[in-house]
């Protein structure tokens, strides 16, 4: 059974940081690339970082670069999003993607909430 597991989400003030961690089981994690999307209310999902299945390259939007850090752990089955310098603007639901060759397993997702 594919499961996908977000964790680390919360409220943080402007400024702040977060560390959110997908944890992965039910597949062979080290072969699927990874990415993490966020949905703010009342917008289109999008794209915030990617990684390639063995780490060696990784992309991220405009919004993200500079601040936030895509990193995985193929022994844990776990990809990793660092997020500094966070904005009110980052609010979102997040959530992680595997993907390979057209197979594409989501997470439920985890919130991320960015308030004074």
């Known amino acids: 059974q594919v499961q996908l597991v977000e964790s680390g989400g919360g409220l943080v003030q402007p400024g702040g940081s977060l560390r959110l961690s997908c944890a992965a089981s039910?597949?062979?994690?080290?072969?699927?690339?990874m990415s993490w999307y966020r949905q703010a209310p009342g917008k289109e999902r999008e794209l915030v970082a990617s990684?390639?299945?063995?780490?060696?390259?990784?992309n991220y939007a405009d919004s993200a670069k500079g601040r936030f850090t895509i990193s995985r752990d193929n022994a844990k089955n776990t990809v990793y999003l660092q997020m500094n310098s966070l904005k009110p603007e980052d609010t979102a639901v997040y959530s992680c993607?595997?993907?390979?060759?057209?197979?594409?397993?989501w997470g439920q997702g985890t919130q991320v909430t960015v308030s004074s």
């Open positions: 039910g597949f062979t994690f080290s072969l699927y690339a």
């Open positions: 993607k595997a993907y390979l060759k057209g197979l594409n397993y």
């Open positions: 990684i390639t299945s063995a780490g060696g390259s990784t």
